[in-house]
């Protein structure tokens, strides 16, 4: 008996009329978020003293993904070739209550995706699942730049508000004052500064 291998492809974005981003304030993040239909959430987050992380995560939980690259495309409607480069992706295992695994760039790669959007082409993100089955499902996950640049402002505006130093980085200093004393010194307040 002969097998052969298929290949299915399964695309998502969100269409020109129901693409839109949002933009999420914490108290120590920010997050600029596009909902794919039928797919689930990507975008990018900055957490305070941490690089911008951009990434997709799927509503629901599906088999191991087993390759996986990020590149840039241009929309449809735009007759412009791209020059192609794919980008290193990574898989990050769940951590929250959701508990599906997210892909995601980090540090330039991610600041170099919101460029990309600020000049209307789709960051896109293509992956292969692990399957028993002899086919080899390709699944293409796209952004689309409709509606980018107002929320962008925001989202740029809520970064310019953290700090630059995250709470991890304040529980690692020791900060020493007089026994008694409301007040750091200048030797704490420099630290706090420099951390």
């Known amino acids: 008996m002969l097998f052969c291998k298929v290949t299915i492809a399964d695309d998502f974005q969100a269409s020109l009329n129901v693409a839109d ?38 509503d629901r939980f599906k088999p191991e993904i087993i390759k996986a690259s990020l590149s840039i495309e241009s929309p449809s409607w735009l007759h412009q070739a791209v020059d192609r480069k794919d980008y290193l992706v990574f898989l990050d295992e769940a951590f ?5 695994p997210r892909l995601s760039v980090y540090g330039d790669v991610a600041e170099f995706m919101l460029d990309a959007l600020t000049d209307g082409l789709s960051p896109t993100f293509t992956y292969v699942r692990a399957t028993s089955l002899k086919q080899l499902p390709q699944t293409q996950v796209a952004l689309s730049a409709i509606n980018f640049s107002d929320k962008y402002q925001q989202f740029v ?39």
Not at 22 to 50: D, M, R, W
Not at 160 to 186: A, Q, V
């Open 157 to 195: 505006n809520c970064r310019k508000d953290l700090l630059p130093y995250g709470f991890k980085d304040l529980l690692e200093k020791s900060l020493f004052f007089k026994p008694g004393s409301k007040r750091l010194n200048l030797v704490a307040l420099t630290q706090l500064r420099e951390a």
């Open 21 to 58: 981003w949002n933009v999420i304030k914490g108290q120590s993040s920010c997050q600029l978020q596009q909902k794919i239909p039928l797919y689930g959430t990507a975008g990018f987050t900055l957490h305070s003293g941490e690089l911008l992380r951009f990434s997709i995560r799927e």
């Open 96 to 100: 929250d209550d959701k508990n599906t």
